[in-house]
């Protein structure tokens, strides 16, 4: 199964991870990137999940998942090992309407997680929709290492026009040319 790409706006989306070991830290870390507005319900956390908590002063349940805790989250992530529980809590995600990923089960995702690379405001994406998170991995890596140098500060340009240009097929027409022109001539280097 393909997974439709889309990059998800969190600014008032309450997050919540159930789970607290390694692989809930690794989840962790790539929410960070973009929110903290971020809730642990774990009985157990390993170190680096407890320091993480502590260092964004995020809000930590110590005690193991109970039915209605997602109620007031738009995502929640599901960092255990227990199968059933996995199933119970996507199950439960359906009736409060909010978006699930349980880690290493797509059954119960509505969402996965792709590979992805981050600088400033450009974000790359790469998913082989679970066919090959090595792939992903690696591909990711060339992404990072063929990003032009100086395309942060071009794409604050392009913010700025963007912004401050009217409305309408001439600001459309003379963005696509400036970034068509910024890429022929990085490519000539």
Same mark, same amino acid.
């Given at each position: %199964?393909?997974?439709?790409?889309?990059?998800? $706006? @969190?600014?008032? =989306? #309450?997050?919540?991870?159930?789970? *607290?070991?390694?692989?809930?830290?690794?989840?962790?870390?790539?929410?960070?990137?973009?929110t903290?507005?971020?809730?642990?319900?774990?009985?157990?956390?390993?170190?680096? %999940?407890?320091?993480?908590?502590?260092?964004? $002063? @995020?809000?930590? =349940? #110590?005690?193991?998942?109970?039915? *209605?805790?997602?109620?007031?989250?738009?995502?929640?992530?599901?960092?255990?090992?227990?199968?059933?529980?996995?199933?119970?809590?996507?199950?439960?995600?359906?009736e409060?309407?909010?978006?699930?990923?349980?880690?290493?089960?797509?059954?119960y995702?509505?969402?996965?997680?792709?590979?992805y690379?981050?600088?400033?405001?450009?974000?790359?994406?790469?998913?082989?929709?679970?066919?090959?998170?090595?792939?992903a991995?690696?591909?990711?890596?060339?992404?990072?290492?063929?990003?032009?140098?100086?395309?942060?500060?071009?794409?604050q340009?392009?913010?700025?026009?963007?912004?401050?240009?009217?409305?309408?097929k001439?600001?459309?027409?003379?963005l696509?040319?400036?970034?068509?022109?910024?890429?022929?001539?990085?490519?000539?280097?």
């Amino acid at each position: %199964m393909s997974y439709f790409p889309a990059f998800l $706006k @969190l600014d008032n =989306k #309450k997050i919540l991870i159930v789970g *607290g070991g390694n692989i809930a830290y690794e989840k962790l870390q790539r929410l960070l990137d973009f929110t903290k507005d971020i809730t642990v319900i774990a009985p157990q956390l390993c170190e680096e %999940m407890f320091d993480a908590i502590e260092k964004e $002063k @995020l809000e930590l =349940k #110590k005690r193991s998942y109970e039915r *209605g805790d997602i109620k007031e989250f738009a995502v929640v992530i599901i960092a255990v090992d227990d199968i059933p529980l996995q199933a119970e809590i996507f199950e439960e995600s359906k009736e409060y309407k909010c978006l699930c990923n349980a880690v290493d089960s797509v059954d119960y995702c509505d969402f996965i997680f792709p590979s992805y690379v981050r600088q400033d405001d450009l974000t790359i994406a790469v998913s082989t929709s679970g066919a090959s998170p090595a792939v992903a991995k690696h591909f990711k890596r060339y992404l990072q290492e063929h990003i032009p140098s100086g395309l942060s500060e071009f794409l604050q340009e392009m913010k700025h026009l963007r912004s401050t240009l009217p409305k309408g097929k001439q600001r459309m027409k003379m963005l696509d040319e400036k970034a068509k022109k910024y890429f022929e001539n990085w490519s000539k280097k």
